[in-house]
């Protein structure tokens, strides 16, 4: 069975991203504390350096997530499309069902998104976009 994997750029890109997110969470936390270390309400220099420690642990959080999701095997995106025997997918663990769809399906599979296709369809029920001529 077809099913839809995360492209590996995406998940590389998202964890670099969260890397600038942290770096932004320091400067932050920092400049916040300098700016309101003599302030007449102490709550602010409390409350305002505290978002930047949420951006850290955030960006942690995410790097991490990212950083997994681009290296690891089992993962999950809309970009790939591999079949049950490369690699397999995480969420039929949790969510498997069987559908008359997958039953009646003849293994075609749209190559944009994903979806079982019946052999006799020349668009995909799901994307709207023209299924290739099966030659």
């Known amino acids: 069975m077809k099913s839809i994997k995360p492209g590996r750029g995406p ?14 969470g320091i400067f932050w936390t920092i400049m916040a504390f300098v700016i309101t270390q003599d302030s007449p309400f102490p709550v602010v220099g409390i409350i305002f350096p505290a978002f930047g420690l949420l951006f ?15 290296t690891g095997k089992e993962r999950m995106s809309l970009f790939d499309i591999t079949d049950s025997r490369e690699e ?3 969420l039929h663990r949790h969510f ?23 052999a006799e369809y020349r ?5 709207g976009k023209s299924m290739p001529s099966s030659g």
């Open 56 to 70: 850290i642990g955030m960006g942690i959080a995410q790097a991490v997530y990212h950083y997994k999701n681009a």
């Open 11 to 24: 998940s590389a890109m998202g964890a670099a991203g969260s890397i600038f997110a942290v770096i932004f």
């Open 88 to 90: 397999g997918d995480p």
């Open 96 to 118: 498997s069902s069987t559908s008359s769809v997958s039953e009646q399906n003849t293994g075609r599979f749209c190559p944009y998104c994903g979806e079982p296709v019946e």
């Open 123 to 127: 668009f995909c029920p799901k994307c």
